[in-house]
C-alpha cells in the first residue's frame, strides 16, 4: 500500500518560488511518480514526472522553471517551482505507480490529497 502526502503549497506573488515536498508511505521503490495539477475550471494537467530508471517528463510550460527530484532515503519526492506565474496556480498532486510501462501522463493509482498553490500577479 502507498500513501502520499504533500507539504509546502501556499501564496507566492508571480516570479516567487515556492518547493513542494511529498512523503511516500510504502516501498520507493516505484516505477513512476508524478506532480499533477488542477487549475480550478480545468482538467488535470501532467507537471513532471520521474521514474524509476530517472528519467523525467516535464510538462512544456514549466521547463526551465521547475524541478523534480527524489530523495530515496528521505523516501520525498520534490517540486522545485521557480519563476512561478499565475497560470500555475492550482492544486498540486502527488502521484505513484508502481507498475505502469507508462510514466508522465495522469492516469495513477495513487494520489495525494494535494497542497494548494496561489500565485498572484
Known amino acids: 500500500q502507498i500513501q502520499l502526502a504533500e507539504s509546502g503549497g501556499g501564496s507566492v506573488q508571480a516570479g516567487g518560488s515556492l518547493r513542494l515536498s511529498c512523503e511516500v508511505s510504502?516501498?520507493?521503490?516505484?516505477?513512476?511518480l508524478g506532480w499533477v495539477r488542477q487549475a480550478p475550471g480545468k482538467e488535470r494537467e501532467a507537471v513532471a514526472s520521474?521514474?524509476?530508471?530517472?528519467?523525467?517528463n516535464y510538462a512544456d510550460s514549466v521547463k526551465d522553471r521547475f524541478t523534480i527530484s527524489l530523495d530515496n532515503a528521505k523516501k520525498t519526492l520534490y517540486l522545485q517551482m521557480n519563476t512561478l506565474r499565475s497560470d500555475d496556480t492550482g492544486v498540486y498532486y502527488c502521484?505513484?505507480?508502481?507498475?505502469?510501462?507508462?510514466?508522465?501522463?495522469?492516469?495513477?493509482?495513487?494520489w495525494g490529497q494535494g497542497t494548494q498553490v496561489l500565485v498572484s500577479s
Open positions: 502521484a505513484a505507480d508502481p507498475h505502469s510501462n507508462f510514466c508522465g501522463g495522469t492516469i495513477y493509482p495513487y
Open positions: 510504502g516501498p520507493i521503490n516505484i516505477y513512476c
Open positions: 520521474i521514474d524509476s530508471r530517472g528519467s523525467i
